[in-house]
């Protein structure tokens, strides 16, 4: 029986919130050094047909994609996807690329010169080079990524790097890995889900991510769900750097006494208060059945039906014994896992 008192509880950490759906993970042609095919001139309308909020543009080796006319904060996330080799990896391949997501364009240019590696060339026509790390200075710039408020993505991991070791995939805890990539379904995507379920098993503390990467035009194959204040980056900034987000088309939301989504707090004694809905239009669909899983880390706790045109609430009385709770939705006609929500971890004290 979810209560009252358990929605208020959720409900708390949304005050004034609506409901955005988007892409974390994409590329335009906006000239220079960018290698996506559709002009940036072109999403605004693309987008809207999709049903798309937002989308993070992260062109490659260069700042000017934020500079162009058509660059409108709301619409668009500002960042960069660059690459780097780590030269003390005991990976088999140790090269990877980052998504760098971060409130303000001018972010990325204060970023970039604070680190002389990347050996950027200054203003919005600046380039900059992929540069080779060590493991200790790449989580440095982790660490000062998080500092100016940004969200911090190892994107597409087993398709760059190589290693049968999963930790040669963390650097930091408190940053995401993406798990769907282009498409919900395919082996990219199992791969992915694969190592993250395999790191949340070794305890660390990461939130799973969607990027579509395609580089064609905006899609909807690989979709964000977040809970913001207000149509602006510096809005879904603070939501996404906390892992307040889904991996996925549909809304899901969670509290566990003061902690939300991504958050950490102690479980002796908690409500978990669950609340799914909001689902994109690309996966709503009446005619299809779907079910909520919740689980924790010794695998499904419980599951419940969940609707495509309504708003679904659970509560559970939380084992204070378990290492965290996590929710996934999925389609039961198609056998699809369609969304992934973030955990919440026990700590000790």
Same mark, same amino acid.
């Given at each position: ?9 959720? =409900? ?6 609506? !409901? ?10 906006? +000239? ?91 203003? $919005? ?23 100016? +408020? +940004? =969200? ?20 930091? %805890?408190?940053? /995401?890995?993406? $798990? ?30 969607? +990027? ?59 409500? =978990?208060? !669950?609340? $799914? ?5 690309? !996966?709503? %669909? ?19 039906? $969940? ?23 999925? %389609? ?6 369609? /969304? ?10």
């Amino acid at each position: 029986m979810v209560s009252a008192q358990d929605k208020a509880d959720l =409900l708390r950490f949304y005050k004034r919130c609506r !409901v955005y759906h988007g892409e974390l993970h994409d590329h335009s042609n906006s +000239g220079g050094t960018s290698d996506g095919k559709c002009p940036i001139e072109e999403w605004p309308a693309k987008m809207r047909a999709l049903h798309m909020d937002f989308a993070a543009i992260l062109d490659h080796k260069q700042v000017r994609h934020m500079y162009q006319p058509a660059w409108r904060d709301g619409l668009f996330i500002p960042g960069t996807e660059p690459g780097t080799t780590i030269t003390d990896s005991t990976a088999e391949v140790p090269k990877l690329h980052y998504n760098i997501l971060l409130p303000k364009r001018g972010d990325l240019a204060k970023l970039l010169a604070e680190f002389p590696e990347y050996a950027f060339t200054g203003g $919005v026509e600046g380039h900059f080079i992929y540069p080779t790390f060590t493991r200790e200075r790449f989580c440095e710039l982790i660490d000062a990524v998080k500092a100016r +408020g +940004g =969200l911090f993505v190892h994107p597409h991991p087993k398709q760059k790097m190589q290693s049968t070791d999963p930790l040669d995939y963390w650097f930091r %805890d408190e940053t /995401a890995i993406e $798990v769907f990539y282009e498409y919900m379904t395919g082996e990219h995507t199992e791969q992915n889900y694969a190592l993250w379920c395999e790191l949340l098993a070794k305890g660390k503390r990461l939130w799973a991510s969607a +990027g579509c990467d395609l580089h064609i035009e905006p899609h909807d194959t690989a979709l964000t769900t977040l809970y913001a204040e207000r149509y602006s980056a510096t809005a879904y900034l603070p939501r996404l750097a906390a892992g307040d987000f889904t991996c996925g088309p549909v809304g899901i939301r969670m509290c566990l006494g003061s902690a939300k989504t991504g958050g950490r707090c102690k479980f002796d004694g908690r409500r =978990l208060v !669950v609340c $799914v809905g909001d689902f994109h239009v690309s !996966v709503k %669909d009446p005619t299809h059945t779907y079910r909520a899983d919740v689980l924790n880390d010794r695998g499904v706790a419980f599951s419940a039906p $969940v609707r495509p045109d309504e708003t679904t609430w659970l509560a559970y009385d939380a084992d204070a014994t378990c290492a965290f709770y996590r929710v996934e939705v999925f %389609d039961e006609t198609r056998d699809l896992r369609i /969304a992934v929500g973030n955990p919440i971890w026990n700590v000790a004290d």
